[in-house]
Protein backbone atom coordinates (compact mmCIF):
# COMPACT_ATOMS: atom_id res chain seq x y z
CA UNK A 1 0.00 0.00 0.00
CA UNK A 2 1.16 3.41 -0.76
CA UNK A 3 -0.27 6.84 0.54
CA UNK A 4 0.11 10.04 -1.53
CA UNK A 5 2.16 10.54 -4.06
CA UNK A 6 0.38 9.92 -7.04
CA UNK A 7 -0.94 11.73 -10.65
CA UNK A 8 -4.69 12.47 -10.12
CA UNK A 9 -5.20 11.22 -13.59
CA UNK A 10 -3.74 7.75 -11.47
CA UNK A 11 -7.07 7.36 -9.39
CA UNK A 12 -9.45 6.84 -12.51
CA UNK A 13 -11.70 9.39 -12.60
CA UNK A 14 -10.41 12.61 -11.63
CA UNK A 15 -11.60 14.85 -14.46
CA UNK A 16 -11.68 18.53 -13.51
CA UNK A 17 -11.61 20.97 -11.39
CA UNK A 18 -8.50 19.35 -9.67
CA UNK A 19 -7.75 22.08 -6.87
CA UNK A 20 -4.08 22.78 -7.70
CA UNK A 21 -3.30 19.61 -7.55
CA UNK A 22 -3.26 19.30 -3.43
CA UNK A 23 -5.36 16.04 -3.13
CA UNK A 24 -3.40 12.84 -2.45
CA UNK A 25 -3.76 9.29 -2.44
CA UNK A 26 -4.23 5.97 -0.62
CA UNK A 27 -4.10 2.93 -2.16
CA UNK A 28 -4.92 -0.26 -0.76
CA UNK A 29 -4.38 -3.43 -2.36
CA UNK A 30 -7.36 -5.33 -1.25
CA UNK A 31 -9.45 -6.71 -1.43
CA UNK A 32 -11.24 -3.82 1.01
CA UNK A 33 -14.94 -3.14 1.44
CA UNK A 34 -16.07 -6.05 -1.22
CA UNK A 35 -13.59 -4.88 -3.71
CA UNK A 36 -10.07 -6.03 -5.62
CA UNK A 37 -8.52 -3.05 -4.84
CA UNK A 38 -9.46 0.74 -3.28
CA UNK A 39 -7.66 4.30 -3.87
CA UNK A 40 -9.18 6.78 -1.56
CA UNK A 41 -8.43 10.29 -2.28
CA UNK A 42 -7.85 12.55 0.64
CA UNK A 43 -6.78 16.15 1.46
CA UNK A 44 -5.41 17.37 4.75
CA UNK A 45 -4.69 20.74 6.31
CA UNK A 46 -2.56 21.14 9.30
CA UNK A 47 0.16 19.01 11.00
CA UNK A 48 -0.67 15.41 13.07
CA UNK A 49 1.13 16.02 15.92
CA UNK A 50 3.38 14.11 18.05
CA UNK A 51 1.09 12.56 20.18
CA UNK A 52 -1.04 11.89 16.82
CA UNK A 53 -3.70 13.04 19.05
CA UNK A 54 -5.28 16.34 17.18
CA UNK A 55 -6.61 14.71 14.06
CA UNK A 56 -10.16 15.14 12.95
CA UNK A 57 -12.10 13.63 10.15
CA UNK A 58 -14.47 15.19 8.14
CA UNK A 59 -17.25 13.48 6.37
CA UNK A 60 -18.80 15.00 3.34
CA UNK A 61 -22.39 14.65 2.24
CA UNK A 62 -24.03 13.37 -1.45
CA UNK A 63 -22.23 15.59 -3.79
CA UNK A 64 -19.22 16.88 -1.62
CA UNK A 65 -15.73 15.96 -2.35
CA UNK A 66 -12.31 15.79 -0.38
CA UNK A 67 -12.19 19.48 -0.80
CA UNK A 68 -13.40 21.21 2.51
CA UNK A 69 -11.59 24.20 2.62
CA UNK A 70 -10.32 26.26 -0.47
CA UNK A 71 -8.72 29.80 0.86
CA UNK A 72 -6.30 28.37 4.14
CA UNK A 73 -3.21 28.49 1.86
CA UNK A 74 -2.08 30.94 -1.10
CA UNK A 75 -1.84 29.18 -4.35
CA UNK A 76 -5.12 27.20 -3.28
CA UNK A 77 -8.00 29.50 -4.43
CA UNK A 78 -10.35 26.77 -5.25
CA UNK A 79 -13.59 27.57 -3.07
CA UNK A 80 -14.17 24.60 -0.28
CA UNK A 81 -17.68 23.49 0.77
CA UNK A 82 -17.01 24.16 4.46
CA UNK A 83 -14.94 27.28 4.08
CA UNK A 84 -16.56 29.03 6.89
CA UNK A 85 -15.39 26.25 9.06
CA UNK A 86 -12.01 25.26 8.37
CA UNK A 87 -9.23 27.91 8.17
CA UNK A 88 -7.17 30.20 10.63
CA UNK A 89 -9.09 31.40 13.33
CA UNK A 90 -12.02 29.36 12.70
CA UNK A 91 -13.59 26.20 14.38
CA UNK A 92 -11.27 23.72 12.86
CA UNK A 93 -8.08 25.93 12.49
CA UNK A 94 -5.07 24.06 10.79
CA UNK A 95 -3.03 25.61 13.08
CA UNK A 96 -4.32 23.15 15.81
CA UNK A 97 -5.91 20.13 13.98
CA UNK A 98 -4.83 17.74 11.68
CA UNK A 99 -8.19 17.31 9.45
CA UNK A 100 -8.72 15.07 7.19
CA UNK A 101 -11.33 14.72 4.56
CA UNK A 102 -11.40 11.82 2.15
CA UNK A 103 -13.78 11.39 -1.13
CA UNK A 104 -16.20 8.70 -0.06
CA UNK A 105 -16.16 4.90 -1.57
CA UNK A 106 -18.07 4.88 -4.90
CA UNK A 107 -18.05 8.60 -5.14
CA UNK A 108 -16.47 10.19 -8.27
CA UNK A 109 -13.69 12.63 -6.79
CA UNK A 110 -10.95 10.99 -7.20
CA UNK A 111 -11.76 7.59 -4.70
CA UNK A 112 -12.80 4.19 -6.21
CA UNK A 113 -15.55 3.93 -7.72
CA UNK A 114 -17.92 3.77 -11.08
CA UNK A 115 -15.41 5.65 -12.83
CA UNK A 116 -12.62 3.42 -11.87
CA UNK A 117 -11.44 0.50 -13.94
CA UNK A 118 -12.80 -2.48 -13.08
CA UNK A 119 -10.73 -5.93 -13.07
CA UNK A 120 -10.99 -6.21 -16.66
CA UNK A 121 -9.63 -2.91 -17.29
CA UNK A 122 -12.69 -1.47 -18.32
CA UNK A 123 -15.03 1.36 -15.84
CA UNK A 124 -17.30 -0.16 -13.55
CA UNK A 125 -19.86 1.97 -14.29
CA UNK A 126 -23.32 0.67 -13.63
CA UNK A 127 -21.71 -2.37 -12.54
CA UNK A 128 -20.01 -1.23 -9.15
CA UNK A 129 -21.12 -2.94 -6.46
CA UNK A 130 -23.60 -2.29 -3.90
CA UNK A 131 -21.45 -0.07 -1.07
CA UNK A 132 -22.80 0.71 2.24
CA UNK A 133 -21.74 3.17 4.62
CA UNK A 134 -20.15 0.50 6.59
CA UNK A 135 -18.16 -0.62 3.81
CA UNK A 136 -17.30 3.07 3.12
CA UNK A 137 -16.10 3.15 6.60
CA UNK A 138 -13.96 0.39 6.09
CA UNK A 139 -12.04 2.24 3.49
CA UNK A 140 -11.64 4.85 5.95
CA UNK A 141 -10.20 2.76 8.56
CA UNK A 142 -7.57 1.84 6.51
CA UNK A 143 -6.59 4.87 5.54
CA UNK A 144 -6.67 5.71 9.31
CA UNK A 145 -4.14 3.36 10.10
CA UNK A 146 -2.68 4.43 6.78
CA UNK A 147 -2.08 8.05 8.51
CA UNK A 148 -0.99 6.73 11.90
CA UNK A 149 -4.15 8.06 13.34
CA UNK A 150 -5.19 5.48 15.96
CA UNK A 151 -7.59 7.67 17.32
CA UNK A 152 -10.00 10.68 15.92
CA UNK A 153 -10.07 13.63 18.11
CA UNK A 154 -13.54 14.44 16.17
CA UNK A 155 -15.53 12.62 13.44
CA UNK A 156 -17.80 15.75 12.27
CA UNK A 157 -20.13 14.65 9.24
CA UNK A 158 -23.31 15.80 8.05
CA UNK A 159 -26.14 13.91 5.85
CA UNK A 160 -24.82 11.61 3.90
CA UNK A 161 -21.13 12.20 5.84
CA UNK A 162 -23.27 11.74 9.48
CA UNK A 163 -24.13 8.27 8.36
CA UNK A 164 -20.32 7.71 7.89
CA UNK A 165 -19.93 9.21 11.10
CA UNK A 166 -22.03 7.45 13.42
CA UNK A 167 -21.02 4.18 11.51
CA UNK A 168 -17.70 5.39 12.84
CA UNK A 169 -18.83 5.39 16.45
CA UNK A 170 -20.96 2.46 16.40
CA UNK A 171 -18.66 0.38 14.68
CA UNK A 172 -15.21 1.38 15.69
CA UNK A 173 -16.03 3.39 19.08
CA UNK A 174 -12.26 3.11 20.65
CA UNK A 175 -11.02 4.90 17.14
CA UNK A 176 -12.99 8.84 18.00
CA UNK A 177 -13.09 10.62 21.14
CA UNK A 178 -16.28 13.15 19.88
CA UNK A 179 -18.79 13.03 17.57
CA UNK A 180 -20.40 16.12 15.41
CA UNK A 181 -23.70 13.99 14.00
CA UNK A 182 -25.79 16.71 11.81
CA UNK A 183 -29.07 16.03 9.91
CA UNK A 184 -28.58 12.39 9.71
CA UNK A 185 -30.20 9.42 10.81
CA UNK A 186 -29.60 6.66 12.05
CA UNK A 187 -31.41 4.58 9.88
CA UNK A 188 -33.04 5.73 6.15
CA UNK A 189 -36.77 5.94 6.64
CA UNK A 190 -39.01 4.86 3.78
CA UNK A 191 -39.49 8.31 2.80
CA UNK A 192 -36.19 9.23 1.98
CA UNK A 193 -35.87 5.85 0.71
CA UNK A 194 -38.99 6.84 -1.68
CA UNK A 195 -37.30 9.52 -2.77
CA UNK A 196 -34.42 8.22 -3.06
CA UNK A 197 -35.09 5.20 -5.34
CA UNK A 198 -37.40 7.52 -7.53
CA UNK A 199 -34.27 9.42 -8.32
CA UNK A 200 -32.38 6.24 -9.18
CA UNK A 201 -35.05 5.22 -11.90
CA UNK A 202 -34.93 8.53 -13.30
CA UNK A 203 -30.84 8.32 -13.63
CA UNK A 204 -31.15 4.92 -14.75
CA UNK A 205 -33.71 5.86 -17.42
CA UNK A 206 -31.38 8.17 -19.14
CA UNK A 207 -27.67 8.81 -17.03
CA UNK A 208 -27.43 12.75 -18.12
CA UNK A 209 -31.14 13.68 -18.54
CA UNK A 210 -31.77 11.82 -15.10
CA UNK A 211 -29.17 12.77 -13.15
CA UNK A 212 -30.19 16.45 -13.77
CA UNK A 213 -34.31 15.47 -12.84
CA UNK A 214 -32.74 13.43 -9.75
CA UNK A 215 -31.04 16.93 -8.64
CA UNK A 216 -34.23 18.47 -8.98
CA UNK A 217 -36.51 15.89 -7.24
CA UNK A 218 -33.41 15.79 -4.39
CA UNK A 219 -32.63 19.89 -4.06
CA UNK A 220 -36.22 20.43 -3.67
CA UNK A 221 -36.20 18.00 -0.35
CA UNK A 222 -33.34 20.04 0.30
CA UNK A 223 -34.91 23.30 0.57
CA UNK A 224 -38.12 24.86 2.05
CA UNK A 225 -41.50 25.83 0.73
CA UNK A 226 -41.27 29.12 2.80
CA UNK A 227 -37.85 29.62 1.29
CA UNK A 228 -38.79 28.82 -2.62
CA UNK A 229 -42.10 30.91 -2.23
CA UNK A 230 -40.18 34.03 -0.53
CA UNK A 231 -37.06 33.68 -3.28
CA UNK A 232 -39.37 32.90 -6.03
CA UNK A 233 -42.50 32.78 -5.60
CA UNK A 234 -44.72 32.90 -9.55
CA UNK A 235 -42.82 34.90 -10.81
CA UNK A 236 -41.83 34.25 -14.63
CA UNK A 237 -38.89 34.96 -16.58
CA UNK A 238 -38.27 36.10 -19.89
CA UNK A 239 -37.32 32.72 -21.68
CA UNK A 240 -41.29 31.40 -20.26
CA UNK A 241 -40.19 29.66 -17.27
CA UNK A 242 -40.59 29.95 -13.61
CA UNK A 243 -37.84 31.52 -11.69
CA UNK A 244 -37.96 28.31 -9.27
CA UNK A 245 -37.79 26.41 -12.26
CA UNK A 246 -34.46 28.32 -14.18
CA UNK A 247 -33.16 27.83 -10.38
CA UNK A 248 -33.45 24.26 -10.17
CA UNK A 249 -32.51 23.78 -14.10
CA UNK A 250 -29.39 26.03 -13.08
CA UNK A 251 -28.84 23.34 -9.84
CA UNK A 252 -29.04 20.41 -12.56
CA UNK A 253 -26.87 21.50 -15.14
CA UNK A 254 -24.34 22.03 -12.15
CA UNK A 255 -24.29 18.61 -10.99
CA UNK A 256 -24.39 17.23 -14.26
CA UNK A 257 -21.46 18.91 -14.85
CA UNK A 258 -19.31 18.22 -11.78
CA UNK A 259 -20.73 14.38 -11.30
CA UNK A 260 -20.91 10.71 -12.88
CA UNK A 261 -24.62 9.79 -12.85
CA UNK A 262 -23.61 5.84 -12.24
CA UNK A 263 -21.85 7.26 -8.87
CA UNK A 264 -24.78 9.18 -7.69
CA UNK A 265 -26.90 5.82 -8.01
CA UNK A 266 -24.26 3.76 -6.37
CA UNK A 267 -24.12 6.68 -3.20
CA UNK A 268 -27.90 7.03 -3.36
CA UNK A 269 -28.34 3.76 -2.75
CA UNK A 270 -25.91 3.36 -0.02
CA UNK A 271 -27.61 5.93 1.77
CA UNK A 272 -30.77 3.85 1.14
CA UNK A 273 -29.18 0.93 2.31
CA UNK A 274 -27.80 2.95 5.79
CA UNK A 275 -29.04 1.49 8.96
CA UNK A 276 -26.46 1.35 11.94
CA UNK A 277 -28.43 -0.89 13.71
CA UNK A 278 -28.17 -3.90 10.74
CA UNK A 279 -26.66 -7.27 12.25
CA UNK A 280 -26.56 -5.53 15.53
CA UNK A 281 -29.84 -6.03 17.30
CA UNK A 282 -31.23 -2.86 16.19
CA UNK A 283 -30.24 0.85 16.22
CA UNK A 284 -30.72 1.30 20.23
CA UNK A 285 -28.52 -1.55 20.71
CA UNK A 286 -25.98 -0.12 18.35
CA UNK A 287 -26.27 3.52 19.18
CA UNK A 288 -25.15 2.11 23.29
CA UNK A 289 -21.97 1.44 21.49
CA UNK A 290 -21.41 4.45 20.99
CA UNK A 291 -18.68 5.88 23.55
CA UNK A 292 -17.38 9.41 22.24
CA UNK A 293 -18.22 12.56 23.37
CA UNK A 294 -21.27 13.30 21.15
CA UNK A 295 -23.57 16.55 19.69
CA UNK A 296 -25.98 15.60 17.29
CA UNK A 297 -27.67 18.77 15.49
CA UNK A 298 -30.70 18.78 13.82
CA UNK A 299 -32.46 21.66 11.28
CA UNK A 300 -35.69 23.05 12.46
CA UNK A 301 -36.59 23.09 8.79
CA UNK A 302 -35.36 20.25 7.72
CA UNK A 303 -37.89 18.21 5.99
CA UNK A 304 -35.71 15.22 4.17
CA UNK A 305 -34.32 14.37 7.71
CA UNK A 306 -36.34 15.43 10.38
CA UNK A 307 -35.37 16.22 13.63
CA UNK A 308 -37.49 13.55 14.90
CA UNK A 309 -34.11 11.49 13.65
CA UNK A 310 -31.50 13.38 15.38
CA UNK A 311 -33.76 13.25 18.67
CA UNK A 312 -33.61 9.64 18.00
CA UNK A 313 -29.66 9.70 17.72
CA UNK A 314 -29.51 11.89 20.73
CA UNK A 315 -31.42 9.52 23.52
CA UNK A 316 -30.07 6.51 21.80
CA UNK A 317 -26.50 7.31 22.22
CA UNK A 318 -25.63 7.35 25.90
CA UNK A 319 -22.88 9.78 25.70
CA UNK A 320 -24.48 12.20 23.43
CA UNK A 321 -25.79 15.90 24.91
CA UNK A 322 -29.28 16.98 24.48
CA UNK A 323 -30.55 17.57 20.81
CA UNK A 324 -29.21 20.68 19.02
CA UNK A 325 -31.50 22.61 16.66
CA UNK A 326 -30.39 24.86 13.81
CA UNK A 327 -32.84 27.30 13.66
CA UNK A 328 -32.91 28.14 9.69
CA UNK A 329 -35.30 28.99 6.65
CA UNK A 330 -33.16 26.94 4.20
CA UNK A 331 -34.16 23.23 5.31
CA UNK A 332 -31.78 20.49 4.85
CA UNK A 333 -29.03 22.49 3.14
CA UNK A 334 -28.84 24.73 6.70
CA UNK A 335 -25.75 22.71 7.61
CA UNK A 336 -23.88 23.93 4.53
CA UNK A 337 -25.31 27.14 5.15
CA UNK A 338 -25.12 28.14 8.70
CA UNK A 339 -21.70 28.13 9.68
CA UNK A 340 -22.14 30.68 12.48
CA UNK A 341 -24.55 27.92 14.30
CA UNK A 342 -22.73 25.11 13.04
CA UNK A 343 -19.09 26.52 13.87
CA UNK A 344 -20.43 26.96 17.11
CA UNK A 345 -21.33 23.48 17.45
CA UNK A 346 -17.90 22.32 16.22
CA UNK A 347 -15.97 25.01 18.95
CA UNK A 348 -18.31 23.51 21.48
CA UNK A 349 -17.31 20.08 20.72
CA UNK A 350 -13.68 20.20 20.40
CA UNK A 351 -11.40 21.82 23.24
CA UNK A 352 -9.91 25.05 21.95
CA UNK A 353 -6.48 24.12 23.49
CA UNK A 354 -4.56 21.48 21.37
CA UNK A 355 -3.87 17.98 23.43
CA UNK A 356 -0.01 17.53 24.47
CA UNK A 357 2.41 16.55 21.89
CA UNK A 358 1.29 19.29 19.11
C1 LIG B 1 -16.92 24.39 -6.02
C2 LIG B 1 -17.71 23.11 -6.19
O1 LIG B 1 -17.69 22.46 -7.15
S1 LIG B 1 -18.66 22.60 -4.85
C3 LIG B 1 -18.31 20.91 -4.81
C4 LIG B 1 -18.75 20.38 -3.59
N1 LIG B 1 -20.17 20.51 -3.52
C5 LIG B 1 -20.79 20.21 -2.43
O2 LIG B 1 -20.17 19.94 -1.46
C6 LIG B 1 -22.24 20.23 -2.49
C7 LIG B 1 -22.73 21.03 -1.44
N2 LIG B 1 -23.24 22.29 -1.94
C8 LIG B 1 -24.52 22.44 -2.23
O3 LIG B 1 -25.29 21.53 -2.14
C9 LIG B 1 -25.01 23.77 -2.64
O4 LIG B 1 -24.07 24.37 -3.49
C10 LIG B 1 -25.29 24.72 -1.50
C11 LIG B 1 -26.17 24.08 -0.48
C12 LIG B 1 -24.03 25.11 -0.78
C13 LIG B 1 -25.94 25.92 -2.16
O5 LIG B 1 -26.45 26.77 -1.23
P1 LIG B 1 -26.73 28.33 -1.50
O6 LIG B 1 -25.48 29.07 -1.23
O7 LIG B 1 -27.95 28.65 -0.71
O8 LIG B 1 -27.01 28.47 -3.03
P2 LIG B 1 -28.42 28.51 -3.80
O9 LIG B 1 -29.15 27.24 -3.64
O10 LIG B 1 -29.13 29.75 -3.46
O11 LIG B 1 -27.96 28.57 -5.32
C14 LIG B 1 -27.22 29.65 -5.80
C15 LIG B 1 -27.09 29.50 -7.30
O12 LIG B 1 -28.40 29.51 -7.91
C16 LIG B 1 -28.39 30.49 -8.94
N3 LIG B 1 -29.74 31.01 -9.07
C17 LIG B 1 -30.47 31.67 -8.16
N4 LIG B 1 -31.68 31.99 -8.69
C18 LIG B 1 -31.72 31.51 -9.95
C19 LIG B 1 -32.69 31.53 -10.99
N5 LIG B 1 -33.88 32.08 -10.85
N6 LIG B 1 -32.35 30.91 -12.15
C20 LIG B 1 -31.15 30.32 -12.33
N7 LIG B 1 -30.19 30.29 -11.37
C21 LIG B 1 -30.47 30.87 -10.18
C22 LIG B 1 -27.39 31.53 -8.48
O13 LIG B 1 -26.95 32.31 -9.57
C23 LIG B 1 -26.31 30.66 -7.90
O14 LIG B 1 -25.51 30.15 -8.94
P3 LIG B 1 -24.00 29.65 -8.68
O15 LIG B 1 -24.06 28.64 -7.56
O16 LIG B 1 -23.61 29.01 -9.98
O17 LIG B 1 -23.19 30.84 -8.32
N1 LIG C 1 -26.61 19.81 -0.91
C1 LIG C 1 -26.11 18.58 -0.35
C2 LIG C 1 -27.28 17.77 0.04
C3 LIG C 1 -27.00 16.41 0.55
O1 LIG C 1 -26.79 16.48 1.91
C4 LIG C 1 -25.21 17.88 -1.34
O2 LIG C 1 -25.36 18.12 -2.53
O3 LIG C 1 -24.36 17.10 -0.94
Request: hydrophobic share 40%; net charge negative; glycine share 12%.
Amino acid sequence: MTTGGETPRAAGGWREGDPAGRRLWYSHDGPLAGLPAVKIAYETWGTLNADRSNAVLVEHALTGDSHVAGVVEPGHPTPGWWDALVGPGRPLDPAHWFIVVPNVLGGCQGTTGPLSAAPDGKPWGSRFPLVTARDQVTAEVALADALGVDAWAAVLGGSMGGMRAVEWAVGHPDRLRSLLLLATPAASSAEQIALASTQVHAVRADPVLGLGIARRIAHISYRTEAELAARFGRDPQGDGRFAVESYLDHHADKLVRRFDPDSYVVLTESMNSHDVGRDRGGVRAALRRVTARTIVAGVDTDRLFPLAQQAELAAGITTADDLRVVTSDYGHDAFLIESDQVGALVRELLPTRVPSGA
